[in-house]
């Protein structure tokens, strides 16, 4: 096997003197879908933000492969939406991501029709309901054409 995207040594995370995350190894390679499943509280949310690198570790390790760290997405549990409509929130992420003005709005609803959320353009994002704002996340973390996408309870 090729050297992983993401390989986890030893890694603990305390907080108040409690354990909230053990993991002894993990090694991702990027083949297809990984699931992190485990009861509420196990750390799941922990370790999506410490592959991030949001979070760091008090002890171990997590190597990512060089040039990774810009190639990954995250949509958390609860997406932060800007005060803007559902088209404006897309827009604003093909600006940053280098998509020039006159091809926004055509990718923009590209996007949106992959996440049903055609005709939801001028609709304020933080109006929608869960499931829609969440949709709208995905769409607008996909914009980056990510070799990694972290879904924090996506369903």
């Not at 993401?6 to 305390?14: E, G, V």
């Not at 196990?42 to 990774?68: F, N, T, W």
Request: proline letters at 5%.
């Amino acid at each position: 096997m090729s050297e992983p995207l993401i390989h986890i040594d030893d890694l603990t995370y305390n907080r108040e003197g409690q354990c909230l995350l053990d993991v002894s190894t993990l090694s991702l390679f990027g083949l297809g879908t990984t699931v992190i499943l485990g009861p509420n509280g196990a750390g799941k949310s922990l370790l999506l933000r410490m592959m991030m690198g949001l979070l760091v570790p008090d002890q171990g390790h997590i190597r990512r492969r060089e040039g990774l760290y810009t190639q990954m997405a995250w949509v958390p549990q609860k997406p932060v939406l800007l005060r803007r409509s559902v088209l404006a929130n897309l827009t604003h992420a093909l600006a940053l991501n280098g998509v020039v003005r006159s091809e926004r709005q055509k990718h923009a609803e590209e996007l949106l029709a992959i996440g049903n959320l055609s005709g939801f353009e001028d609709r304020p994002a933080r109006k929608l309901s869960g499931g829609e704002q969440q949709r709208l996340a995905l769409v607008r973390a996909l914009v980056q054409k990510p070799k990694i996408l972290f879904l924090d309870e996506a369903t």
